[in-house]
């Protein structure tokens, strides 16, 4: 209704994963490399996760516009299927013939077999893409795995690519489930776009959507921090809020989007807001799509959301005001020095507790070039909570000071939650919500870590020795398979992909080669008597 009155040539917020309207943040690239690599992979799974509506299937699509021409794909969008539901659709989707009437296992597995060698030999690569993974049973998912035994001497038949919300990941950590999850060569969540993102986000689509809106800002930046606080950065609802701004804009007459008609549009399309001040906390946002569909939006962004009026006034976000659930103590709005100590004395303090974590004392300056005990090595670098969070060692963080502006102070990173962050901070712990860490890090950190004495050397392709032997068996650990009984392993070709696999897995850049980070995050593995921020994670 609206599109010739603002001079677009179509909607420039449907809900469809067009993938001419994928907005390409930084996360959403990094989520579709994951999975190109998972077309050209050597077999096993590729996993992709993300919150409803952060935008996989659109992804999905424009993954599919990319697809190789010696690459042979399945793509099943519906996959509440039983195990042999889920074979003869493969068989269909491939083109496999079958006795007609068939309901073994055996006869799909074995004309699937004989499918994928003879794709093997006349050079075509199968992979099979699975969206909303999350439903699959987990016998499915197990008769899946068994589909990845199917493989050559050299390499696996059939790369299986899994997209799913983030209970999939959950589902995957049952132990019954542990062999799938071990064959896992690469996996990455997309998460929501964060407010300087969803700017440009709504200046993509209206782009993309016709020529003439260019020179027209229908949604003032000022609005931005309100849409990024209703919607939490995720995709789809912005795309749901802005569309029908829009229209509301429309009916009015107005040249542009202004704050009483968003505020009218939220009220509209997330019913159970509040314009009540003090009413809205403990949100869960229903999205009425039609008459068929119902979006719940992600209870992380909004199970704690300020009222509406709020979020109008100030642009506050849902997770900067949220309150965590269950018995953790409530994290503070911000990290602040201890007054009755000195803060010229934070480093040493924060370098102090980091070692302690480690089991010893810290005697120095806090320089990485200064000799440190125990096998102990040292990280100074600029990051963000993705990385450490990765790494799961405690880290010494550069802090801006709130109520000092111009000023930082150093603590030191003991626990880190889903939702909130745990410091030493002096000679006080305190915890703070993590939107709220983000806007006072100022991005720098130092951490330890401990390199085995055989890789104390540099680790490069072609090379032989107790380093690539150190190398071979941390790679079959975090793969979950048995080191090859060479002993004296050369770092070949084959070696650098499994080292790219890792890379993946890790969210790091797959270079094959044994950088820093990779050498830390290969070390780390092994290593259980360094502490860690998350309990129950291997590293």
């Not at 296992?105 to 794709?119: H, M, R």
């Not at 690569?125 to 008769?143: F, G, K, P, R």
């Not at 060569?185 to 993509?204: D, F, M, S």
């Not at 704690?304 to 997770?319: F, M, N, V, W, Y």
Request: proline share 5%; charged share 20%.
């Amino acid at each position: 209704m609206y599109l010739k009155y603002f001079g677009l040539a179509e909607a420039p917020f449907s809900i469809a994963p067009d993938p001419r309207y994928l907005y390409m943040s930084t996360r959403h690239q990094e989520a579709l490399a994951h999975l190109l690599y998972g077309l050209q992979g050597d077999g096993g799974f590729v996993l992709l996760t993300g919150e409803v509506g952060a935008g996989k299937t659109t992804i999905c699509r424009c993954l599919l516009e990319q697809v190789p021409d010696t690459c042979d794909v399945a793509y099943i969008f519906n996959p509440k299927l039983t195990a042999e539901e889920l074979l003869s659709t493969l068989c269909v989707e491939f083109g496999i013939a079958y006795p007609p009437g068939n309901t073994s296992i055996k006869v799909f597995i074995d004309c699937l077999n004989a499918y994928l060698l003879d794709a093997h030999a006349r050079g075509r690569h199968t992979v099979l893409i699975i969206d909303e993974a999350q439903n699959l049973s987990v016998d499915v998912l197990e008769q899946m795995r068994l589909l990845t035994n199917l493989e050559t001497n050299q390499r696996k038949l059939l790369q299986i690519i899994l997209l799913g919300q983030p209970e999939l990941a959950t589902m995957l950590e049952k132990p019954e489930l542990r062999q799938l999850a071990q064959r896992i060569v690469a996996r990455y969540h997309l998460g929501p776009l964060n407010k300087a993102e969803v700017a440009a986000y709504l200046r993509y689509r209206l782009e993309v959507s016709g020529i003439a809106a260019r020179n027209r800002q229908l949604f003032p930046d000022s609005l931005v921090p309100a849409i990024y606080g209703l919607t939490g950065g995720i995709p789809r609802l912005v795309n749901v809020l802005c569309d029908r701004a829009l229209l509301g804009a429309y009916a009015q007459g107005k040249e542009s989007v202004d704050r009483a008609t968003l505020r009218r549009a939220a009220l509209e399309v997330f019913p159970g807001i509040s314009t009540k001040r003090g009413n809205g906390r403990h949100l869960f946002l229903t999205l009425a799509l039609g008459l068929a569909l119902v979006l719940v939006a992600a209870l992380l962004y909004f199970r704690h959301e300020p009222p509406l009026t709020e979020i109008l006034a100030t642009g506050s976000t849902a997770a900067q005001s949220a309150t965590p659930p269950g018995p953790a103590a409530k994290p503070q709005d911000v990290l602040v020095w201890p007054a009755n100590e000195a803060r010229s004395e934070s480093q040493q303090k924060a370098y102090a507790a980091l070692f302690k974590a480690w089991g010893s004392d810290y005697q120095g300056s806090g320089s990485c070039r200064e000799v440190l005990r125990e096998n102990l090595n040292c990280r100074s670098a600029r990051g963000n909570l993705m990385e450490l969070r990765q790494m799961n060692r405690p880290a010494v963080l550069s802090l801006h000071d709130a109520d000092n502006p111009g000023q930082a102070f150093y603590a030191t990173l003991i626990k880190l939650d889903k939702d909130q962050a745990s410091f030493a901070v002096g000679a006080t712990v305190q915890t703070v919500a993590l939107a709220a860490l983000a806007d006072q890090w100022t991005g720098q950190y130092f951490m330890l870590w401990r390199k085995p004495p055989e890789a104390d050397t540099v680790i490069r392709l072609g090379a032989r020795g107790p380093a690539v032997a150190w190398l071979s068996r941390q790679l079959a650990l975090a793969e979950g398979r048995q080191a090859d009984a060479g002993q004296d392993p050369l770092f070949d070709e084959a070696m650098a992909r499994h080292i790219r696999h890792f890379q993946l897995s890790q969210d790091l850049d797959p270079d094959g080669e044994v950088g820093s980070k990779t050498l830390m995050r290969l070390a780390g593995i092994s290593d259980e008597k360094a502490p860690k921020l998350t309990e129950g994670k291997r590293k």
